[in-house]
């Protein structure tokens, strides 16, 4: 069994505020690959989650250089909500383990390349981009335990956390398309925050007014489409965070 260790990522100008490694993993029987980005922050500074709430940047990913890559999934471990200047924010705060998991065109040792675009966060926000480089061997197997970690650290899915039921009232209203959600699930924990999220890269979702009534959580929230166009809601395709003190909830359409 070969071994590697985990190789630098390029950080530039923010080389005192954030610290990156490629966290090269291991190969699952399926010829799948798992490996993580690991980012270290300087005290105080913060990160964004794929959605980031109005307050944040949304991470985005280039794998364009990489060879013997077939495909990329994250495995998002689950964010914390943060107060920025009066706005919401979704992310990770001093360090974020962030899986990827790689399919392979042909089993063989996968090299990686490829470029964060990412915010940093303390007083103000910054966009910044991070360029990695790495080689995952084919011939790893044992799982690396901080990767393991991150990957068990995600949200619940609706299953697991007990959700009963979900449904959404949708209304064309003068800013764009209102969405009211009802969730019949357990208490997360504390003040609960809802993040709505669909596939349309186009469509922009304002921050959720959430409150919880009994066993039931309320959400409210306006669509709108970047550039001001028609369009239209697929339920099936809307998820829905509830994130807690204790725990979050991941929960896929909403009838």
């Known amino acids: 069994m070969a071994l590697c260790a985990a190789l ?16 090269p993993g291991w190969r699952l029987p399926n010829g799948d690959h798992i490996a993580a980005l690991h980012l270290k922050l300087a005290p105080g500074w913060k990160t964004y989650w794929r959605a980031p709430g109005e307050g944040g940047i949304p991470p985005e990913f280039n794998w364009s250089g990489s060879r013997n890559l ?14 920025q200047s009066g706005m919401r924010s979704v992310g990770y705060e001093n360090e974020l383990v962030l899986p990827i998991r790689i399919a392979t065109k042909n089993g063989k040792a996968i090299e990686l390349r490829g470029e964060m675009e990412l915010g940093l966060c303390k007083d103000i926000c910054m966009p910044h981009s991070l360029s990695f480089r790495a080689q995952l061997p084919a011939d790893v197997t044992n799982p690396d335990p901080v990767i393991a970690a ?11 956390a007990g959700v009963r039921d979900v449904s959404c009232d949708l209304s064309l209203g003068a800013d764009g398309v209102s969405l009211s959600a ?8 504390g003040d609960e925050h809802v ?15 959430t409150r919880r009534t009994g066993g039931e959580i309320h959400a ?17 395709a809307l998820t829905i965070t509830v994130i807690g003190q204790k725990y979050a909830v991941e929960i896929q359409g909403c009838g």
């Open 195 to 209: 993040v709505v999220e669909t596939r349309n890269p186009m469509i922009w979702v304002q921050e959720a007014t």
């Open 8 to 23: 630098p990522v390029q950080a530039g100008e923010f080389d005192d505020v954030l610290h990156g490694t490629v966290r």
């Open 150 to 160: 991150s990957m068990a650290d995600v949200p619940y899915t609706q299953d697991e």
């Open 70 to 83: 077939a495909g990329v999934a994250i495995n998002w471990p689950t964010p914390d909500v943060f107060d």
């Open 182 to 189: 009802r969730v019949q699930m357990p208490s997360t924990g």
């Open 220 to 236: 409210v929230t306006t669509l709108m489409h970047m550039d001001g166009k028609p369009f239209a809601v697929d339920r099936s």
